[in-house]
């Protein structure tokens, strides 16, 4: 008659195979294999966009950003400067061709004064010569005496009557001529009043033009003055476009070397903690002093000032990788840790300042590495073994930071991952 009673070595045994059907049971549940998707799709995107972040720079230092501003004023300066050069030199452009037709228009009227003034000489000499015939005509007919009387006296004296008729007829040819000069001289006199008053009037329109050419090239002449200053601004302004250009360029080299830098190190980094990780879960998490959480904890209190994930670069305008999230936390405030571990490292980087690289332990079957960055200064060091909450930093603004706040990452499996689908 059997027992019962199960023998411990069957009870055993059998436990064993609950737990391995459990185990098999729990790996073939949707939940663990949506879980493993979903960590190797973010395991893809982070490398894609690794690669991505690659080709660009990551515009977090002051300096750049600095000189870019710099030399977006510059440029504006000499943008205006040059608008401005060019409006002048238009104006005095404009001001050459008026010049240029104000010349013209008074080389016309002089020379049509020249013309007058020839025809007025010779209009004054016409009446000359005929008031001087007229005098003369005056001083015969004076000498001579009435020619009608004369020839009336000659016929009296027996004279003959058609040397009478010859006198007479001579007196009214030397009327008509008499009246025929008058009527010139009278003629002239009228014309040379006309040629005078037209010289006149041509004097004072050269006079007006004069002036306004004179006025025109005084403009000119300060238009030229202007333009020569705006010039000289011009050149000084791009001689100090070219200075802050170099400043910005030497800002982007440095940023590069910088973010080459951050690369590196997150390559390295990485590299140790997959194989940190690898260990980590095949011993199940022994020795990290991480506890039995599945969750973290806010590291800080604190806005989202920038998340994980790609972002737009504040210069270049591109989306790139931002491998944390931002904490807008002011410089000195505690930094807690987000669950038990132990402390790999605690050192400073050009890129990340002052961090501190804590091992959580195994945690949703992963193994999950916090790290805390921009650190003003630590209040642990390497090996220590921390609690969850505990201060372990204090937030600052080292490395390639521009301002205080807390740069916190998270690593699953030596893979960078969203913090939030942790927190």
């Given at each position: ?23 098999v ?39 750049l ?6 030399l ?13 050069l ?10 050459q ?19 007058a003034?020839?025809?007025?000489k ?11 015939s ?21 016929l ?23 009246v ?36 025109n ?72 002093g ?28 591109v ?5 944390g ?9 505690p ?30 079957g ?11 200064r ?19 603004s ?26």
């Amino acid at each position: 008659m059997h027992s019962s009673v199960t023998h411990p070595r069957h009870r055993r045994a059998l436990t064993a195979l609950v737990l391995t059907a459990a185990l098999v049971a729990s790996l073939a549940t949707p939940s663990f294999a949506d879980r493993k998707d979903d960590l190797e799709k973010q395991k893809k995107d982070a490398n894609r966009e690794q690669t991505e972040a690659k080709k660009h720079l990551d515009a977090s230092t002051a300096e750049l950003e600095k000189a870019a501003a710099a030399l977006r004023v510059a440029q504006g300066k000499l943008d205006a400067a040059e608008a401005n050069l060019g409006r002048t030199r238009g104006k005095l452009a404009t001001a050459q061709a008026v010049d240029d037709q104000m010349q013209l228009e008074l080389e016309r009227s002089e020379a049509k004064l020249r013309k007058a003034r020839a025809k007025l000489k010779k209009g004054q000499k016409q009446l000359k010569a005929s008031e001087s015939s007229v005098e003369e005509f005056a001083v015969q007919q004076a000498l001579q005496g009435d020619r009608r009387l004369n020839a009336v006296s000659g016929l009296l004296r027996g004279e003959d009557t058609e040397q009478f008729s010859e006198q007479m007829s001579l007196n009214t040819v030397v009327g008509d001529q008499q009246v025929a000069t008058m009527q010139r001289l009278d003629a002239t006199r009228v014309i040379l009043k006309l040629k005078r008053e037209k010289v006149q009037k041509l004097r004072d329109e050269v006079q007006v033009k004069r002036a306004q050419a004179a006025a025109n090239l005084v403009d000119m002449q300060r238009l030229e003055e202007v333009a020569e200053g705006q010039a000289a601004q011009v050149a000084k302004l791009v001689k100090a476009r070219q200075e802050i250009r170099n400043s910005a360029s030497a800002a982007v080299a440095e940023d590069e070397r910088q973010y080459r830098e951050k690369v590196a190190e997150a390559n390295r980094l990485a590299a140790q903690l997959r194989a940190l990780a690898a260990k980590q879960v095949k011993s199940g998490g022994k020795g990290s002093g991480g506890d039995s959480g599945g969750a973290l904890s806010y590291p800080v209190a604190g806005p989202i000032t920038s998340p994980f994930g790609m972002r737009r670069h504040p210069i270049t305008g591109v989306y790139k990788l931002h491998d944390g999230t931002d904490f807008g936390v002011g410089c000195g405030t505690p930094i807690r840790a987000a669950a038990s571990g132990t402390v790999i490292q605690q050192y400073f980087n050009a890129a990340y300042g002052n961090r501190v690289i804590l091992n959580n332990g195994v945690k949703r079957g992963v193994n999950v590495v916090t790290t805390y960055n921009h650190l003003s200064r630590f209040a642990v060091g390497a090996g220590s073994k921390v609690s969850r909450g505990q201060v372990i930093g204090y937030v600052g603004s080292t490395g390639y930071s521009t301002g205080c706040h807390l740069h916190f990452m998270v690593l699953s499996n030596g893979n960078t991952v969203n913090p939030m689908g942790w927190l």
